[in-house]
């Protein structure tokens, strides 16, 4: 049964790595339509497709799924750059039709404001020291890998998933103070930017919750955790997890309920519109 909201936020799926979960994100597409889809970072992972990531179908069907909505439902897609898909400054900002690529944005809803970014800005280490970044990145690639390993041994016996990098992070008691940091540290710019609340991810640490009257909201990833937020029609914003939906009733489907690929091209350019003018973009 799809189910319908006004706006959904999806972010750190990182397409182009072994570990993104392009079938699931594409699969929790079709049961959820929404007017406003906003992709806050990190959707592609460039660093890895620069060192050893591989591009597949799954993750092309990803963006099938995505231009299906903008052509079929007249959903308006934000996809804000984060750090892993860092090579969309080249074009920023960008906009074709219901697609608009952009640094960060503010949303206005039910007479609140929210501050949407990705959130490695505020982040001292990958904005000033990125050799340090890169280091990081290699180590959670492995533990990543690690995860993998386990989990096929656990499905082999029978047992549910286990997300063995939320895990580690939840248990180093650096990692837990550099997340209790961070979520502050953003709450404190949406109130300096005049915004009741504060929209993010790049930490994949889903979360829904108030700091000092601001509203924190976090959407998690598409790696590990497998979340999203979204919003109903009242301004209400809920954390929905994958692994929580039922699919029973449509088991039988698989990737056949994603629809067929589109033909990219004859989306993005063959139905722009007439007022479309390419005067101030940069290459």
């Known amino acids: 049964m799809n189910t319908t909201f006004k706006t959904i936020v999806i972010s750190d799926v990182h397409l182009g790595t072994k570990g993104s979960k392009a079938k699931e994100v594409a699969r929790f597409l079709k049961q959820h339509s929404c007017e406003n889809l906003i992709l806050n970072g990190d959707i592609i992972d460039g660093w890895q497709l620069r060192k050893s990531g591989t591009w597949k179908r799954k993750h092309t069907r990803f ?23 860092d090579f969309l400054d080249q074009i920023l900002p960008l906009q074709i039709g219901n697609l608009s690529i952009q640094k960060d944005m503010v949303y206005e809803s039910n007479g609140k404001k929210f501050f949407i970014t990705h959130g490695d800005i505020f982040d001292s280490i990958t904005s000033n020291f990125r050799w340090i970044a890169y280091l990081g990145d290699i180590g959670y690639t492995f533990l990543l890998w690690l995860n993998r390993q386990v989990n096929h041994h656990r499905r082999r016996k029978g047992l549910p998933y286990f997300s063995l990098s939320q895990y580690v992070k939840g248990k180093v008691k650096s990692a837990v103070s550099y997340i209790d940091e961070y979520e502050s540290e953003l709450a404190k710019v949406a ?33 590990e955790t497998m979340s999203a937020l ?17 699919f029973s009733k449509k088991s039988d489907e698989k990737l056949r309920e994603i629809g067929p690929q589109l033909d990219l091209k004859t989306v993005a350019f063959d139905k722009l519109p007439e007022n479309f003018n390419l005067g101030n973009f940069r290459f």
């Open 63 to 85: 963006f099938n799924r995505v231009l299906k909505m903008i052509e079929q439902e007249n959903t308006r897609v934000f996809y804000l750059r984060g750090n892993h898909d």
């Open 230 to 246: 979204a919003e109903d029609h009242d301004g209400n914003w809920q954390l929905i997890y994958y692994n929580e939906m039922d």
């Open 191 to 223: 109130k300096v930017k005049g915004c009741d609340g504060i929209i993010c991810g790049h930490i994949h640490k889903a979360e829904n919750r108030k700091i000092e009257g601001i509203t924190y909201l976090n959407s998690g990833d598409w790696v």
